[in-house]
């Protein structure tokens, strides 16, 4: 599967948008980008998943750039509850069949 | 749905004994599970792969008999850390994935285990 980078701590005020970016620069044809997050001391969490499209759902949206090797994770409207760490990880179609490589994340702490 | 229970949530445990951690999926049917160890301040860790009525595929560096692995059924496959010493201590997490699916996986809430 391919490496992803994303920074390690971000910001983001109560109700604005937190945008979290996901390098992927090696990502090939058949990989799916996916998004979990882990609040802190429980089980990750699955947000979204998306291979070229953006996507949107009740939690996110998913805006994957037309050369794919990067995509950001939009949560439109940040709550205290969001605060977590984030991953992106990126897998094949049949990757459910593996278990998942999780990189260090990012730490999401939304500000009151 | 897809709900992935764990239990106990936490124990403690002393040094020599040994512990064992169930991952149950409630309400699907989970050929594949799988365990995570995550250490604080850190990412989770494949451990293990467990497949239903075989034997358990394990990631380099994590010893079989040490980490016992049971996927006796559908919806339930059980983690026992043998002998466990302090430096087992950590967060063991699962997760299953359901049956004919092949790309979700649902973690469970994960253990806390202190081993004293």
């Known amino acids: 599967d391919a490496k992803t980078t994303q920074p390690p701590s971000m910001d983001c005020a109560e109700g604005r948008a937190a945008n979290l970016p996901c390098n992927h620069s090696t990502i090939s044809g058949n990989e799916y980008v996916y998004w979990y997050r882990q609040i802190h001391s429980q089980g990750p969490q699955y947000i979204i998943h998306g291979l070229k499209n953006n996507e949107t759902n009740e939690m996110a949206s998913l805006i994957i750039t037309e050369d794919r090797k990067s995509s950001t994770l939009i949560l439109p409207h940040a709550t205290l509850r969001d605060t977590a760490v984030y991953y992106c990880?990126?897998?094949?179609?049949?990757?459910?069949?593996?278990?998942?490589?999780f990189g260090k994340g990012t730490h999401l702490i939304i500000q009151p | 749905g897809a709900v992935v229970s764990q239990h106990p949530s936490w124990v403690i445990c002393k040094s020599g004994t040994s512990v064992k951690i169930e991952c149950r999926s409630l309400d699907f049917q989970a050929t594949t599970m799988f365990w995570y160890r995550q250490f604080p301040k850190q990412s989770l860790m494949l451990m293990a792969t467990s497949n239903e009525g075989s034997k358990a595929t394990y990631e380099q560096g994590v010893e079989k008999d040490k980490f016992l692995i049971n996927h006796a059924s559908l919806t339930l496959s059980t983690l026992t850390v043998t002998s466990a010493h302090p430096e087992d201590s950590s967060f063991y997490i699962c997760?299953?994935?359901?049956?004919?699916?092949?790309?979700?996986?649902?973690f469970g809430p994960g253990t806390r285990l202190t081993v004293t």
């Open positions: 997760s299953a994935r359901p049956s004919g699916l092949n790309y979700e996986q649902y």
């Open positions: 990880i990126v897998r094949h179609s049949g990757g459910g069949a593996d278990g998942l490589t």
